[in-house]
């Protein structure tokens, strides 16, 4: 499994930033995936999630802000931040959407996002 997120950077609140990550072609097909993140001293915390099929969720602090889309051949996954705030700054990693992800132990490389005037 490889998980490799990226686009992340430092931004003004209220700007944006798109985020992506690759994943392994046989660990990313079929899957529901997700975008996770971890602000300075918190816990990892889910932000959003997509199926296979294009269905998504978002966690309240993430809805009409952020949009999670992904292609499926190029077995991508993306997360588009719009009006950020310092509350968002975090490191964002990618991960399978599923009930069992606080016990995942690979979380491959996150993407630092920095809200900040």
């Known amino acids: 499994v490889q998980l490799q997120a990226s686009g992340g950077g430092l931004v003004q609140p209220g700007g944006s930033l798109r985020l992506s990550c690759a994943a392994s072609g046989s660990f990313f097909s079929g899957n529901t995936m997700g975008w996770y993140r971890q602000g300075p001293g918190k816990g990892r915390e889910l932000v959003a999630l997509?199926?296979?099929?294009?269905?998504?969720y978002y966690v309240d602090s993430a809805k009409g802000r952020f949009t999670i889309s992904r292609d499926n051949a190029r077995n991508t996954v993306y997360l588009q931040l719009n009006t950020l705030k310092a509350e968002d700054t975090a490191v964002y990693y990618c991960?399978?959407?599923?009930?069992?992800?606080?016990?995942?132990?690979?979380w491959g490389q996150g993407t630092q996002v920095t809200v900040s005037s």
């Open positions: 997509i199926t296979s099929g294009g269905s998504t």
């Open positions: 991960n399978a959407g599923n009930s069992a992800w606080r016990d995942y132990s690979y």
